[in-house]
């Protein structure tokens, strides 16, 4: 592929030789993580705006006098956990995925480091695809969206789930498929 793979990934899918990379997906949940964490930052970043602007009325006359290393303290803190939290919500979308190989997956997190390396000999299974049966959700006139869950032997890691809207589904049937080809079994 002519996609470029950061090195880690590289690097984590050369040691558990899974081969060449197949696709690379966004995480279809990005967006979701996003905005969440969007949220979060505007809650932080709300905090040393007040502190700021409390100081200033003080200064004015219109308040007790700052306590100044508390003041500081605060708006360093908070200026700080906002600036992580706008990383983390642009890493979310930009650096958050999943890349398939022939022989497992290895998933991202915002930050771009690594957080899974799995073969698909330790997966328990895909849920969503090789049944009848499939769990949709649909909220307030939104399109039907696939639900889809990695589970893995034992139990750990924990699940990946995912959601793809029906009937456009990519990533769930073509990590199912790659199963298939590298375990010889339906999920």
């Given at each position: 592929?002519?996609?470029?793979?950061?090195?880690?990934?590289?690097?984590?899918?050369?040691?558990?030789?899974?081969g060449?990379?197949?696709?690379?997906?966004?995480?279809?949940?990005?967006?979701?993580?996003?905005?969440?964490?969007?949220?979060?930052?505007?809650?932080?970043?709300?905090?040393?705006?007040?502190?700021?602007?409390?100081?200033?009325?003080?200064?004015?006359?219109?308040?007790?006098?700052?306590q100044?290393?508390?003041?500081?303290?605060?708006?360093l803190?908070?200026?700080?956990?906002?600036?992580?939290?706008?990383?983390?919500?642009?890493?979310?979308?930009?650096?958050?995925?999943?890349?398939?190989?022939?022989?497992?997956?290895?998933a991202t997190?915002?930050?771009?480091?690594?957080?899974?390396?799995?073969?698909w000999?330790?997966l328990?299974?895909?849920?969503?695809?090789g049944?009848?049966?499939?769990?949709?959700?649909q909220?307030?006139?939104?399109?039907?969206r696939?639900?889809?869950?990695?589970?893995?032997?034992?139990?750990?890691?924990?699940?990946?789930?995912?959601?793809?809207?029906?009937?456009?589904?990519?990533?769930?049937?073509?990590a199912?498929?790659?199963?298939?080809?590298?375990?010889?079994?339906?999920?």
């Amino acid at each position: 592929m002519t996609e470029v793979v950061p090195h880690r990934v590289r690097t984590a899918a050369e040691s558990a030789g899974f081969g060449p990379l197949v696709q690379r997906f966004r995480h279809p949940n990005a967006r979701l993580f996003a905005a969440i964490t969007w949220a979060y930052f505007a809650m932080v970043a709300s905090l040393p705006l007040a502190l700021l602007v409390s100081i200033v009325l003080a200064l004015a006359g219109r308040g007790p006098q700052p306590q100044w290393p508390v003041a500081l303290i605060s708006v360093l803190v908070g200026g700080t956990a906002a600036y992580l939290l706008a990383q983390l919500a642009i890493g979310n979308v930009t650096r958050r995925a999943i890349y398939l190989y022939p022989g497992g997956y290895v998933a991202t997190g915002p930050s771009g480091r690594v957080i899974r390396t799995v073969a698909w000999q330790r997966l328990a299974g895909i849920d969503g695809m090789g049944s009848p049966l499939q769990m949709r959700v649909q909220v307030a006139g939104t399109r039907a969206r696939t639900v889809f869950a990695f589970r893995h032997r034992g139990g750990w890691p924990r699940p990946i789930k995912f959601t793809e809207i029906t009937g456009r589904e990519q990533l769930g049937p073509l990590a199912y498929r790659l199963y298939i080809e590298d375990t010889g079994k339906p999920a």
